[in-house]
């Protein structure tokens, strides 16, 4: 399951690509800027701006999953079935009510993928496979990766590497880079912010330099409150530089770009309130990494 396709980027890996954004992730960072990522299923988004108050047709249609409660609408979200899920795409005259996460087969993606040929070959770009995480999808990602190489397509993928190796593995010599994140290097902090297993990252860093021949870009996110602090950002730019073959590495700032999410979710947004702005950490941060002989790129 994928939740978009974005054309003509100019990020996410070189020249001008396709971003495959796959749906579902095994961590729950709580400053993520795509939530509706980490459920693997299907997720419904209700932006109550757009909501024409007097029209009732979901409450009329499907009464045991919208009502009202002081004149605004509420969602009974976990009790939807997924026939009732597809039922409900471009059911809302305003779109208010939105389906996020779509089937889609590798013949469709790749139909799809197709149309923007001219302009991976003329910038040297091509796709890349980002999300949620694509290796919790490894047959997808492999085959959407498999078929790009063998047009000559340049490859890609987005990963927080918080998934088993054998789903990392198959995927490799059809990759040409990958972009990875490093997101501390303190297990138990990472488990609060994450819900994940640093061990289990740090192993697949040493995994990947020793078996794949594909680039690896390192992006750590800047976090305040959680990593970004000079402390913090020299340990992971001391393990990028010695435990990885990696020779670039990007700081992203924190911002609060996808907090309006959260609300279409309605799930609470627990990352910090005030973005990171901190000059002088930055300029630490592109320093230090120079001198452990690493590329730094701001925001990536």
Not at 30 to 59: A, G, H, I, V
Not at 172 to 188: Q, S, V
């Amino acid at each position: 399951m994928i939740f978009n396709i974005q054309r003509y980027s100019t990020h996410d890996g070189p020249g001008i690509r396709s971003v495959i954004f796959f749906k579902g992730c095994s961590l729950s960072c709580r400053w993520c800027q795509n939530p509706e990522s980490e459920s693997r299923n299907y997720e419904l988004l209700f932006d109550d701006r757009l909501c024409l108050q007097d029209c009732r047709l979901c409450t009329n249609n499907f009464p045991h999953i919208f009502y009202k409660e002081n004149n605004n609408l509420r969602i009974n979200r976990d009790i939807i079935s997924n026939e009732e899920y597809i039922a409900l795409k471009n059911f809302c005259p305003s779109t208010a009510l939105s389906l996020c996460g779509e089937e889609k087969s590798p013949d469709q993606i790749m139909r799809e993928i197709h149309k923007d040929r001219a302009f991976y070959l003329r910038s040297g770009g091509g796709v890349t496979l980002s999300g949620g995480e694509p290796f919790m999808q490894p047959e997808l990602a492999l085959e959407l990766l498999r078929r790009c190489r063998e047009v000559g397509y340049h490859t890609a993928v987005e990963t927080c590497l918080h998934t088993s190796w054998k789903q990392i593995s198959p995927a490799l010599p059809y990759l040409n880079l990958i972009l990875a994140d490093l997101k501390h290097t303190e297990a138990d902090i990472f488990r609060q912010w994450t819900g994940g297993s640093l061990k289990r990252i740090l192993d697949n860093y040493r995994r990947l330099s020793a078996e794949s021949e594909a680039d690896i870009i390192v992006r750590i996110p800047l976090i305040p409150q959680f990593n970004a602090d000079k402390a913090t950002i020299t340990t992971m730019v001391d393990f990028v530089a010695h435990e990885t073959k990696a020779k670039e590495i990007h700081f992203l700032p924190y911002h609060k770009l996808g907090m309006n999410k959260y609300k279409l979710l309605n799930i609470a947004y627990l990352a910090p309130q005030t973005p990171l702005e901190d000059i002088e950490l930055l300029a630490f941060a592109q320093q230090y990494a120079q001198q452990q002989h690493l590329t730094p790129i701001l925001g990536g």
